[in-house]
T-cell receptor, first 112, second 112 residues
Framework: GEQVEQRPPHLSVREGDSAIIICTYT??????FSWYKQEAGAGLQLLMS?????DRKEEQGLTVLLNKKDKRLSLNLTAAHPGDSAVYFC???????????FGTGTRLQVLP | EAGVTQSPRYAVLQEGQAVSFWCDPI?????LYWYQQPRDQGPQLLVY????????NSQLPSDRFSAVRPKGTNSTLKIQSAKQGDTATYLC??????????FGHGTKLSVL
């Protein structure tokens, strides 16, 4: 089945710096790629999703890049601020199903 | 629009006890997911439904876990004879498609 690896597990940056999180996956037929944010004591919230035919998507300070050749998905938070501190998860949707597999998570800390 | 509702928020059990988790999805979402999230790990899919039908329960420990969604709306996840290794947060999510999942706050289970 689909395997998703995510790195780094922990990331600390200064306010205003960029933070980059990377996921790799195994199923080349994956249909959707998503990033979720989980704040303390809360459920996961969708940040952004891209279809497999999209290489790059930017939205409100977030950039998602998809490299299908290398089976790599990245999330770049430009100009991070303390409110971005949370755990971030990538998720991939297995083709021809509604099955969604999550990465292992990255705990991001943005220091003032 | 009401979100995904889960209850209870917390449960504390002794090993060997049973517990049920309840999920009320967003109205009109035909797909419902149960995930297990151990501390500091990513969500791991247990089972998902489309309407009342189980689509994939291959990761559900069938000897002690069961899940139902009898009318294609609310769902119950039950653990018979809980073990310490079941300690985790149990997340319910609903979706009109696999592109976006809407999560509840989760039920945090501690098995002593």
């Amino acid at each position: 089945g689909e395997q998703v690896e995510q790195r780094p597990p922990h990331l600390s940056v200064r306010e205003g710096d960029s933070a980059i999180i990377i996921c790799t996956y195994t199923d080349s037929a994956t249909a959707y790629f998503s990033w979720y944010k989980q704040e303390a004591g809360a459920g996961l919230q969708l940040l952004m999703s891209v279809l497999s035919n999209v290489d790059r998507k930017e939205e409100q300070g977030l950039t998602v890049l998809l490299n299908k050749k290398d089976k790599r998905l990245s999330l770049n938070l430009t100009a991070a601020h303390p409110g971005d501190s949370a755990v971030y998860f990538c998720a991939v949707s297995v083709s021809n199903t509604n099955k969604v597999v999550f990465g292992t998570g990255t705990r991001l800390q943005v220091l003032p | 629009e009401a979100g995904v509702t889960q209850s209870p928020r917390y449960a504390v059990l002794q090993e060997g006890q049973a517990v049920s988790f309840w999920c009320d999805p967003i109205s009109g979402h035909d797909t419902l997911y149960w995930y297990q999230q151990p501390r500091d790990q990513g969500p791991q899919l247990l089972v998902y439904f489309r309407d009342e039908a189980v689509i994939d329960n291959s990761q559900l420990p069938s000897d002690r876990f069961s899940a139902v969604r009898p009318k294609g709306t609310n769902s119950t996840l039950k653990i018979q004879s809980a073990k310490q290794g079941d300690t985790a947060t149990y997340l319910c999510a609903s979706s009109p498609s696999s592109e976006r999942l809407f999560f509840g706050h989760g039920t945090k289970l501690s098995v002593l």
